[in-house]
């Protein structure tokens, strides 16, 4: 394949990663307008936000393999038409039932394009050009998941929130010529997949992924709200967030140890993999790294809007600063990727993050100008262009090129459950942090305990958004500032505490083995 064609292949692939990353985030942003067009309830709205990221870590194991099974190309592609297809159906959904379904389905799309485009960009890229490959694609990622929000408000207020999977169709049909034309066919390997295995993998991790999404909803340990699915309500003593995470720990041990038992040419999951030093450190450092890399790009829109008043567009782009940090990494990779290892780029790149994180939190204030937290989130895009990506390629450098697909749906689990993982704790700690620090102001204000108590949950419950109609009543306008004021520290905690887990993850690298320079 000639220099030219691998390349432009290389856009083909990284506007499918951009394309399955922009929908995880953009639908945070449509869900207001998606209500009141639809007239879902509340349960079938969260489900329209959750159910794609559930199905789509659920499935990653199971389309790695895949992967090497029928060859990366024809995997990837297929999930292009299937998100295409399915983001047609969403778009034109009358209702929330359908709506829930074809995010479903996008969930089905988006697990075989992510890893099967780590498998593609493995065996397409030696040496230098895998690095600087490899820079492409987890700047896109990062740029994508600041993307996604501003997409989103632009489109649900000078549009509409259908347009938000619309715009999805005629990309869909881009990537697919271009991956028809550019990319080569991938060998096929033929193999029997194992069915008990894929079973077992595909309940353990979506129920570990229902967990993590939703234990601040539900309650981790006793049920604080009910859970309605399928005519079915769960209310009332243990949550169902801990019954799934029983069901999940039991049916992945289950998986674990058929994997063993099994030959590896049958194994959904060849657990030799995991006897390469670069391979099992690189993925645990992996999942760390998800902790603390995309929660705060949760909260910061929340915070962004309710506290210093910006407009969900606005909102959006302010989190472009990320896209241009990432963007600006990935170029800088480019030269050097002649000077310094995979390993030493994704050491850089954690402690820009961390740097990020840390300056948000110290400049995190009710009236923060706009530059300074553009500036502390350009320098955490930075981080993420130059971590994301060169963790990737550090843990699949020693992989071999027939396990390429098992490994890459491997290190998009590990990559998606450390995420899922870390926006849980994230938001629970964001959001406790919020409702004791107004509680705490308003008792110290002179308002009673219960009447304290009473108006920091309901705050808290509405994310932030019941602080505009406190501020337009005068008699509650020392309300919302508390909530204001609280709110900040929230963010700047949780800031912290992302920088914390992103320093961790930086320790966790000295026990990856030293591993090639990107350039030999």
Known sequence: MSNTRKWLGLIAIALGVALIVVDT??????????IEDL???????????????????ALLLLTGRYSDILGARRVFLTGVAVFGATSLLAGLAPGGGLLIMARFLQGVGAAMILPTSLALLNATFTGKARGQAFAVWGSTIGAAAAFGPALGGWLSEHTSWRWAFGINIPLSLLILIGGMVFLDRSPKKPARVDAAGAALSTIGLGLLAFALVEGRTYGWLISIEPFDVLGFTWDGG??????????????????????????????????RLFSISSFRNGNIATTIIGLGEYGIIGVLPLWLQFTLGYSAVQAGLSLLAVAVGSFAA???????????????????GLALEAAGLVVLGLIAA???PWWTIAGA????????????????????????????????????AFRQLGSALGIAVLFTVFFTAFGANLQN???EAGMPTAQAAHLAHAVTDSAGAAIAPLAADPSTAAVA??????????LALGGYLGAGFLLLALLATATIPAVRLVHQ
């Open 25 to 34: 985030t953009i639908v945070n942003v449509i869900v207001p307008p998606i």
């Open 238 to 271: 243990p949550s169902p967030v801990l019954a799934a995470l029983i069901l999940s720990a039991l049916a992945l041990t289950g998986f674990v140890r058929r994997q063993k038992a099994l030959d590896p040419g049958r194994a959904l999951m060849d657990v």
């Open 330 to 348: 990935s170029g800088a990779s480019f030269g050097l990727a002649t000077k310094i290892s995979a390993l030493g780029l994704v050491r850089a």
């Open 39 to 57: 007239g879902v309830n509340a349960t079938q709205a969260q489900w329209i936000q959750e159910s794609y990221a559930i199905i789509f870590a």
């Open 377 to 412: 989130l350009c320098l955490y895009g930075v981080g993420v262009g130059f971590a994301t990506a060169q963790v990737t390629n550090v843990v699949l450098a020693d992989v071999p090129e027939t396990s390429s697909g098992q490994g890459s749906g491997v290190q998009s």
């Open 366 to 368: 009710t009236d923060s």
């Open 481 to 490: 500032e508390s909530a204001r004021q609280a709110m900040t520290d929230g």
């Open 441 to 443: 102001k308003l008792t």
